[in-house]
């Protein structure tokens, strides 16, 4: 009776061990990984896909042009495309330059692109202090088991006393059991993950810099090609002002001819004069379309000319403060020397979590469980893990993640240096650009008075026969070359101010303090 009675017992025992091994698997999580250092990329410059940039470079004069400088936009990459804006900004077919502005800093590609980069550095900063906060995990579970000890080599050679007294099966089960346990992991003392989280936050705020900087560089690109429009416009103006002239210079010789005053070579003269004034006129207007279709597609317009420019910027003088002054606040303001300086930012505290991989770390890591046949018969079972890592020889992986840093660093540092001397150099030359401007526009007025007064009394001379069509023509080739100088002249100020926007940073805010609108267009 007693060997009967004693079976039950073993079979308590085996299921006692099993149950005790499987809760010491369940409560003995492995220890959380050790974060490495965040390797990053050497170059912190985050604008190397496009870029804009305002020229304005010295050109040969010739005798009968004052113009020393040649303005132009010169924009590459995302900068120049943009995503539709018709849907979200209903068009109505005439665009001013604030109109423009708007449009293209919520839909220009480099806009949208600088925003979707910054999205991502935040996302990576969130990731980087997740390994600094708590992870919970839950779980909700019912086994039912039944184990071959024999297929598990389980073993178990009584002595001959004993044989009797227990009885081990060799199949155990089935068996089943509830669970609903919640698991909790938390690195105390991280160094490396510490100064990864600093170093991801850093980055963070220079991708929000890099993105602000991006609305100046649009700026910059749209007001640039709103202003290249309206100096198109403003020439082909001029050219029909003088195929007007042209035309009445040739309508009066032929009158003179049929009065026997100038010869027909003179009348043909004339006339070749006026079709090569057409010509000129339909190589204006062919330029004035494509550069209104390279501002629709920077603005998120539909690429085509059909519409029309509500703003015009005759000259102004710029309200000009001292160049240290400027440098100083352009040092103050502008977004990507910002940029920079939290890009070496980050590369110091990814150097510091390199370093801090030498370090030991420490972690806590906990478990309860309820834990059961069922709920109603369910208990609290829990574990509570400290581990400290102590990193004692990883294969040289902590000495190369120093060396990436360091080189990662000294680069930034460059950079920083270079961006701070190029924002220097941009001051200086904006302001230079400014004064030649300013005192082209001055030249280029008074040779537009000369050289239409010039033109009127040679008229008055050829109407009185005192001189032939030639001296009108060539007096008239002196106004268009006036007037087309005075039209590059205001158009490189204008350019020169939107530059010293730019070069100041805020340009958004700046510019209407610079540019102001006329209600005339420019000449």
């Known amino acids: 009776m007693k060997r009967h009675a004693m079976k039950p017992i073993g079979k308590v025992v085996v299921l006692t061990l099993l149950a005790g091994a499987a809760a010491q698997a369940q409560f003995a999580p492995p220890p959380p990984t050790p974060p490495s250092a965040l390797t990053l990329p050497n170059s912190g410059r985050n604008n190397q896909g496009g870029s804009v940039n305002a020229a304005e470079q010295p050109v040969a004069g010739t005798t009968t042009s004052v113009n020393t400088l040649n303005p132009s936009v010169q924009i590459s990459g995302p900068y120049g495309g943009s995503m539709s804006s018709v849907t979200g900004l209903p068009f109505s077919g005439k665009l001013s330059l604030a109109d423009a502005l708007k449009r293209a800093l919520s839909y220009n590609l480099g806009a949208v692109g600088?925003?979707?980069?910054?999205?991502?550095?935040?996302?990576?900063?969130?990731?980087?202090?997740?390994?600094?906060?708590?992870?919970?995990?839950?779980?909700?579970?019912?086994?039912?088991?039944?184990?071959?000890?024999?297929?598990l080599g389980f073993?178990?050679?009584?002595?001959?006393?004993?044989?009797?007294?227990?009885?081990?099966?060799?199949?155990?089960?089935?068996f089943n059991y509830f669970s609903l346990e919640a698991s909790v992991t938390q690195n105390?003392?991280?160094?490396?993950?510490?100064?990864?989280?600093?170093s991801a936050r850093a980055t963070a705020r220079a991708g929000r810099y890099s993105m602000d900087d991006a609305r100046d560089l649009v700026t910059l690109a749209v007001g640039g090609a709103y202003l290249q429009v309206l100096a198109a416009q403003a020439r082909l103006d001029a050219a029909q002002t003088q195929l007007d002239t042209a035309n009445a210079v040739f309508h009066q010789s032929v009158e003179q001819h049929g009065e026997g005053v100038l010869g027909r070579l003179n009348v043909d003269q004339n006339q070749v004069r006026t079709l090569t004034q057409q010509q000129q006129i339909i190589t204006l207007r062919n330029d004035l379309a494509k550069q209104k279709i390279n501002l629709a597609r920077m603005a998120g317009l539909p690429p085509n000319p059909a519409y029309e420019l509500?703003?015009?910027?005759?000259?102004?003088?710029?309200?000009?403060?001292?160049?240290?002054?400027?440098?100083?606040?352009?040092?103050?303001?502008?977004l990507d020397l910002k940029a920079a300086q939290a890009q070496v930012e980050a590369?110091?505290?990814?150097?510091?979590?390199?370093?801090?991989?030498?370090?030991?770390?420490?972690?806590?890591?906990?478990d309860y469980q309820v834990i059961g046949t069922n709920p109603s018969e369910s208990h609290g079972a829990f574990a509570v893990t400290g581990t400290l890592n102590i990193p004692i020889w990883q294969g040289g992986r902590t000495s190369a993640d120093i060396q990436q840093a360091q080189a990662a660093l000294a680069q930034r540092q460059a950079e920083l240096e270079d961006t701070r001397s190029q924002i220097e150099a941009e001051v200086r030359e904006v302001y230079l650009d400014l004064e030649a401007?300013?005192?082209?526009?001055?030249?280029?007025?008074?040779?537009?008075?000369?050289?239409?007064?010039?033109?009127?009394?040679?008229?008055?001379?050829?109407?009185?026969?005192?001189?032939?069509?030639?001296?009108?023509?060539?007096?008239?080739?002196?106004?268009?070359?006036?007037?087309?100088?005075?039209?590059?002249?205001?158009?490189?100020?204008?350019?020169a101010k939107l530059s010293l926007a730019r070069t100041l940073g805020h340009a958004a805010e700046q510019l209407p303090n610079l540019l102001k609108p006329g209600t005339t267009p420019a000449p």
């Open 188 to 198: 105390v003392a991280n160094l490396a993950a510490i100064n990864n989280y600093r």
């Open 437 to 495: 401007a300013a005192g082209q526009v001055e030249v280029a007025r008074k040779n537009v008075d000369v050289a239409q007064e010039t033109l009127e009394m040679t008229r008055a001379r050829m109407q009185a026969g005192v001189v032939n069509t030639l001296e009108v023509v060539q007096a008239q080739q002196t106004l268009s070359s006036a007037q087309l100088d005075l039209i590059n002249s205001v158009f490189a100020h204008n350019l």
């Open 155 to 174: 073993r178990l050679n009584l002595p001959p006393a004993f044989a009797g007294l227990f009885h081990i099966p060799s199949i155990v089960g089935p």
């Open 310 to 334: 509500t703003d015009s910027f005759p000259y102004s003088p710029a309200p000009v403060q001292s160049v240290e002054e400027a440098i100083a606040r352009a040092e103050r303001e502008r």
């Open 347 to 366: 590369a110091a505290k990814a150097l510091a979590a390199a370093r801090a991989e030498r370090l030991p770390s420490l972690a806590l890591s906990g």
């Open 114 to 151: 600088t925003a979707q980069s910054a999205r991502q550095t935040s996302a990576q900063f969130r990731t980087a202090r997740s390994a600094l906060l708590p992870n919970i995990n839950g779980a909700l579970s019912e086994t039912v088991e039944q184990t071959d000890l024999a297929a």
